[in-house]
């Protein structure tokens, strides 16, 4: 074991100067469509307490649906139903808010502590912009000055501009138009222990987390404006890798009786015309959770398509294999947690959606497939590397203000559940000895490949590693 560690150790040593160099290499990085503003809130029991004295009503509906969780935000009630429920259990929970009305009561009621970037693109921007990519160009809308404001400034990340009728990048502050907070994605935040009492009920965190409550009329539809569309299409030539996500603000369906069907089929449509545009740029879809089956379903038969590569967690893997009829190889995941396990739902995912990657990653190790040819296996490990190096970093220390940061990483030891694992799939593949070490493996018509992560024992921070990991992965992985 301990010959192992130290061959692992080397490896992510080794590579990272050839892996930060190239970082340098990537032409331009495009970023869509989700960039938000977080404000985020520190639940505080005696607010609660208050905002539910006050309104009586209010309380008894409350009680007396606690434990049924809306699908949607419609009320006040609604609301709160969500925030007690999440904490009752300490389980991460997310929601859209419906209703302007509600919106309004929410920031009357609770308002926010400070506001910061949010979305996976808004996310991926600030993370990736200080690593030094030549263009980041990221999709915003609506820009207003709040919004511009929470990117972080830097010369290299951009938004798209039309002006006299040519595109033009520009800095996010040097581009919004008007001011305003016309979408906020609520993070309410508790920690563990956190005691609310109020008449009728009394809850007891079990552990600290988050309940998201979004309200995003603009982009909960998915309307991705037609400037930014034909912006891209012009410009495509100075980019070389889409990194594609958000689709888990759609609705099932909308009061004017379309669904999230109509909202896919326009960027499906979109991604199809860039891919034949511009075949050089690889496109990647991040997935998130997505409750709704059937919006997971409209994204496997309409986005998946037009894409290369696809990055998720094992959640999201289980989810995505009830839909596509595997429901019982997420049920030998949940309940085996076996790498073996793990790897049969991949494949099957695979074969299901033809894609060219698919990159997995869990508490300890990833794991990516791809086609034999789509790109070398070790550059997809150089990717990985590079991402668990980062991944690391950045829970060790907070932040990343440049790619000089990355190599604090190193320091971090490798994850034993990792390690295991990797002993497991090399005897599960049968593989020779060389697979230990170096984490490649041919497998029916696919390259595999798997590395263990290093795993900071006490994060400072978690939130967005699933994004920095999978986007910095995907960028380095399928650099040629
Ligand atoms: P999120 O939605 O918060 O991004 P994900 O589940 O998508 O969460 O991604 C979290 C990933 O981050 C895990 O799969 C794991 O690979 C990595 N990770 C989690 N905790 C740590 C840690 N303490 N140190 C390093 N990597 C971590």
Redesign the pocket.
């Known amino acids: 074991m301990l010959e192992l560690v130290d061959s692992w150790n080397e490896l992510y040593e080794r590579s990272l100067p050839e892996n930060l160099a190239k970082i340098d290499q990537v032409p331009g990085v495009v970023l869509g469509f989700h960039a938000t503003i977080d404000g985020v809130k520190a639940v505080r029991p005696a607010e609660l307490a208050k905002i539910l004295a006050e309104d009586e009503a209010l309380r008894k509906e409350v009680l007396d649906r606690l434990g049924q969780v809306p699908l949607e935000i419609n009320s006040p009630a609604d609301l709160v139903i969500g925030l007690l429920d999440s904490m009752q259990k300490g389980k991460a929970l997310q929601l859209m808010i419906r209703s302007e009305e509600t919106f309004n009561w929410t920031m009357d009621k609770f308002g926010y502590d400070r506001l910061r970037i949010g979305g996976t693109s808004g996310n991926m921007a600030n993370y990736l912009a200080p690593l030094g990519f030549a263009k980041i160009l990221v999709y915003a809308n609506p820009l207003t000055k709040e919004q511009a404001e929470l990117f972080i400034d830097k010369p290299n990340l951009f938004v798209l501009v039309e002006e006299d009728g040519k595109f033009v990048l520009k800095p996010p502050r040097k581009a919004y138009e008007g001011e305003g907070v016309y979408a906020v994605h609520w993070i309410f935040e508790y920690p563990t222990d956190l005691k609310v009492k109020i008449p009728g009920l009394e809850l007891t965190t079990p552990r600290a987390n988050r309940y998201i409550a979004a309200w995003n009329p603009i982009n909960n539809r998915l309307q991705v404006r037609e400037d930014f569309k034909r912006g891209l299409l012009d410009r495509a030539a100075d980019f070389s890798h889409f990194v594609i996500s958000g689709f888990h603000i759609l609705s099932e369906n909308y009061p004017d009786g379309s669904t999230y069907r109509e909202c896919l089929l326009p960027v499906a449509d979109y991604l199809g015309q860039l891919k034949e545009a511009a075949p050089h740029l690889k496109q990647h879809y991040e997935f ?2 997505i409750a709704s089956p059937k919006i997971r379903q409209g994204i496997v038969d309409l986005i998946l398509p037009h894409v290369d590569s696809l990055g998720l ?1 094992e ?1 999201e893997l289980c989810a995505l294999l009830r839909n596509i009829g595997r429901a019982s190889l997420a049920e030998d995941i949940e309940a085996q947690d076996t790498i073996q396990a793990v790897l049969a739902g991949l494949v099957a995912l695979m074969e299901h959606t033809k894609l060219n990657r698919i990159h997995l ?4 190790y ?1 794991l990516c497939l791809q086609q034999k040819g789509f790109v070398p296996p070790k550059q997809t490990r150089a990717g990985l590397l590079l991402a ?1 190096t980062l ?2 970093a950045r ?1 060790l220390t907070g932040r990343i203000d440049d790619k000089a940061d990355i190599k604090e990483g190193l320091g ?1 030891d490798l994850s034993p559940r990792g390690l295991s694992r990797l002993q497991a799939l090399a005897a599960h593949l049968e593989a020779d000895q060389g697979f230990l070490t170096e984490g490649i493996a041919s497998y029916g018509p696919y390259d595999l490949v798997f590395i263990p ?5 006490k ?1 400072v921070l ?6 920095i ?1 999978s986007s910095s992965a995907f960028i380095i992985g399928t650099m040629e």
Request: no cysteine; proline share 7%.
């Open positions: 998130a959770s967690n959640v990653h869990d508490l300890g990833y668990a991944a690391a829970s971090v992560t290093k795993i900071v024992p994060p978690t939130v967005g590693l699933g994004d990991i």
